[in-house]
């Protein structure tokens, strides 16, 4: 028998024995909220025999201080957003994804297949693409909700009815692009301008919650909210009049990815996923979902019709450029950390 026979019996042997480990095992994913639909959950457990426990989130924040808090080892996968991603490999909480471990990178979408904030994808897989404003509801408000001022120069009739996302990197990024400064400004005395201005204007804003956002909106509780896109466009099909705003001074663009995390108790199990959720048919179920984008090749045969059309996704006349939120150095971020616990204080 040669060697190279040899290497394929193997290679089969080992195969099986690792689906018959993952038929049995389970799979720890952190996730953000409302983002996946539970059918494509009991979907992979069906084809995989892997049962899946889900915890979730709402900011990239949140997610990095619970696991910097002890939770590390606790979960297989998380799912942060592109500057997160850069963060969390810098402290050291990201495993490495080997060459050959995923069959499917490959349908990995060519403009995503070597961000910046992960170099040849060695940590992650692209999950979902969008962006982050504000949606405005125009039967209160009648002027023109294409410009940061409705948060950070609020009109009188919008006073007191505003939520921002409890988001510091998503905020302090759309602030500085309504001051027209870098997101990362290493100076003191600029930083604490902006956290003053913050902390002047909020004097304006009910609330700072990601997750109920949509429902503020749609309730009436507020008329104005930060909002990712998608979650935008949800709230719009249940209330009309609610209009999601591109801003002349710009707004914020995001690629969620999967990402491994270091000490993962199920890792094989968490590859299986990653894999799966590198499948055309399998992401576009939750782009159908969430009312985002893909980050993999050959998902629009799968894609509802109307997606190509959202008003969320399709920036207006004399809009500003989408930016990615930046990560700053440590002695930077600090900075902003000192500023946005003044803030929320």
Not at 85 to 109: C, F, K, W
């Amino acid at each position: 028998m040669t060697s190279i026979v040899k290497s394929g019996i193997a290679a089969v042997a080992l195969t099986a024995a690792a689906s018959a480990a993952s038929a049995d095992g389970k799979l720890a994913l952190y996730h953000w909220f409302d983002y996946i639909p539970q059918e494509l959950l009991e979907t992979f457990t069906a084809e995989t025999g892997i049962e899946v426990t889900m915890e979730t989130y709402d900011s990239n924040e949140a997610m990095l201080a619970n696991l910097k808090a002890g939770k590390m080892g606790s979960y297989d996968l998380a799912v942060p957003g592109d500057y997160m991603v850069s963060i969390m490999a810098a402290e050291g909480l990201l495993d490495t994804i080997r060459a050959g471990e995923l069959s499917n990178m490959g349908n990995i979408a060519p403009e995503w297949a070597d961000p910046d904030f992960d170099p040849g994808r060695k940590h992650s897989v692209p999950y979902q693409w969008g962006s982050t404003s504000f949606a405005v509801d125009t039967s209160v408000y009648g002027g023109n909700i294409h410009t940061t001022d409705i948060l950070f120069d609020t009109p009188p009739e919008l006073a007191g009815k505003v939520n921002m996302m409890d988001s510091q990197g998503d905020v302090m990024a759309l602030a500085a692009l309504h001051l027209g400064i870098d997101q990362c400004v290493s100076d003191p005395a600029m930083v604490a301008g902006l956290g003053a201005m913050l902390k002047e204007v909020s004097q304006n804003w009910a609330s700072f919650d990601t997750e109920n956002a949509r429902s503020l909106l749609v309730s009436g509780k507020v008329d104005v909210s930060m909002s990712f896109h998608g979650d935008a466009a949800k709230a719009r099909g249940e209330k009309s009049s609610l209009q999601y705003a591109f801003p002349a001074q710009g707004y914020l663009v995001w690629m969620d990815n999967i990402v491994l995390l270091k000490d993962a108790p199920n890792r094989a199990n968490a590859l299986t996923f990653m894999d799966f959720m590198l499948k055309p048919e399998n992401i576009a179920a939750v782009t159908n979902y969430a009312r985002y984008s893909a980050g993999v090749s050959g998902v629009e045969a799968y894609l509802d019709p109307e997606l190509a059309t959202l008003p969320e996704a399709n920036p207006v006349p004399g809009s500003g450029e989408g930016v990615f939120v930046q990560a700053c150095d440590p002695a930077t971020q600090a900075l902003y950390d000192q500023a946005w616990a003044e803030l929320t204080k």
